[in-house]
């Protein structure tokens, strides 16, 4: 599984903004060099309006060696901040792919309003100049970027024609820490944190032919990979999976207890159709759908279909069909991550994930006592199974598995008759207790 911020927020769409428009506060720290801190920008109140501007004033901080070319910096810097928010969830999708797209701009005059550049606080550093300025974004202009390059999320998808977006606070440079710290830093979202890892299989029904199966999961894992996110192999996950031998605990158990090295799981069912149009030219056309699984408790969070254009091929009609599956394939899974973006950004942000099995708890009457104490201290609990040799539930926890049992512990030595509850196996996020009931 994989480590996520912790946040009381249910999505990324207001995490980011609140993390936007609110100047970061830092422990302080000593800073050489000679700063000089500029006035606000006075902004006309014309340009104003509730729903925001169609030319917002956003900050960035650049360093050049002179300082044209830290204003330049400054002004990518503000533009990617301002994409960030516009692609609302998805900026954890397409945050590293419009920092490209931003980067490779050479002209910024038509995304960056002549004339609104405003300095808030320069410094000059190790020969370099430092800066933080602020410039007022064409919204249109740098949407329009974007869908260009194939992109459409998040207020881009739902608003190419009007975007409007308030102006950024002014930031606030307290004089202690570096400019470089004080805004924060959009590419920096996934810092400390592990990417969620993807499984990827193709349904026996969906796809019998295993070469076709191995090109439509290889053309998803690659789409995946793309993205940043890592791809288990099925076989990896398979023979990861194997039963430990871990004395005291049913079999059963053991199995359910062992590493599952995916958080979700993806699953892919094509039907494809192919014919001849030429002594030497075939078309292929395919239709595709994918079904993302939470791991964990197998719950459905999204899916997608696709029924691809004409794929031609000159190869065979087998070659033409192929070729068509593959192309579908990476079609219909850039709409799945657009569509689970939201869900799989709100979980990494909530916490840790972990499976939770209370061996011998059925029938201690104080176990409803100790989950209601155990439900303080997690960001979500939720029971998935019940019988009478074992309960389990799914905890969401913003700590590591060793923090989440003394806190267990902790809970269940606040509850009579449950002292001696301990853990009698933990594989990853998997812990396992025995209820320790005293006969």
């Known amino acids: 599984m994989y480590r996520r911020f912790h946040s009381s927020g249910s999505v990324l769409q207001r995490i980011i903004i609140i993390l936007l428009m609110l100047p970061t506060v830092g422990c302080a720290s000593y800073y050489g060099g000679d700063r000089y801190r500029e006035e606000a920008p006075r902004t006309d109140p014309r340009l104003l309006e509730r729903a925001g501007v169609t030319a917002p004033m956003f900050f960035g901080y650049g360093e050049g060696a002179s300082r044209q070319e830290a204003e330049a910096a400054a002004k990518q810097d503000a533009l990617f901040r301002s994409a960030v928010v516009m692609l609302e969830e998805s900026a954890l999708l397409y945050g590293d792919q419009v920092q490209r ?17 405003e300095t808030v606080a320069w410094d000059r550093a190790e ?67 592990s990417r969620p890892v993807f499984l990827v299989s193709c349904s026996a029904a969906g796809i019998t032919d295993a070469a076709f199966a191995d090109t439509a999961t290889a053309a998803a894992r690659g789409v995946l990979v793309r993205y940043g996110f890592p791809a288990a192999e099925y076989d990896q996950m398979q023979q990861q999976a194997a039963v430990m031998d871990v004395p005291g605990v049913p079999a059963h158990l053991r199995l359910d207890a062992s590493p599952l090295p995916y958080d979700y799981h993806i699953e892919i069912s094509a039907e494809t159709s192919v014919e001849q149009t030429g002594s030497s030219r075939y078309l292929g056309r395919a239709f595709i759908t994918v079904t993302c699984y939470d791991a964990s408790t197998g719950q459905e969070i999204g899916g997608a279909v696709h029924q691809t254009k004409a794929v031609s091929s000159t190869a065979s009609l087998y070659g033409a069909g192929m070729r068509a599956l593959r192309t579908g394939t990476e079609e219909v899974m850039e709409n799945l991550l657009v569509q689970i973006s939201g869900r799989i ?22 176990m409803d006592e100790f989950i209601s104490r155990l439900e303080q201290q997690a960001a979500s609990l939720r029971r998935t199974s019940f019988s009478l040799d074992e309960i389990r539930f799914v905890l969401v926890f913003d700590g590591s598995p060793e923090e989440l049992e003394k806190r267990i512990r902790r809970a269940a030595a606040m509850v009579p008759g449950a002292a001696h509850m301990h853990l009698v196996n933990q594989q990853e996020n998997s812990l396992i207790f025995d209820a320790g009931r005293q006969e």
């Open 101 to 117: 797209i931003i980067a490779g701009i050479r002209n910024l005059e038509p995304y960056c309003i002549p004339g609104t550049l």
């Open 127 to 193: 020969g370099k100049y430092q800066l933080i300025a602020g410039v007022r974004i064409n919204l249109r202009a740098l949407s329009d970027r974007i869908v260009s390059s194939g992109i459409e999320a998040g207020m881009i998808r739902d608003q190419v024609f009007g975007l409007r977006l308030p102006d950024e606070p002014f930031p606030e440079i307290d004089g202690e820490r570096p400019l470089s710290e004080v805004l924060f830093r959009p590419e920096m979202l996934w810092q400390d944190v």
């Open 345 to 366: 950004t709100d979980q990494v942000h909530r916490g840790e994930q972990y499976e939770l099995v209370f061996i011998g708890a059925a029938a201690d009457p104080g």
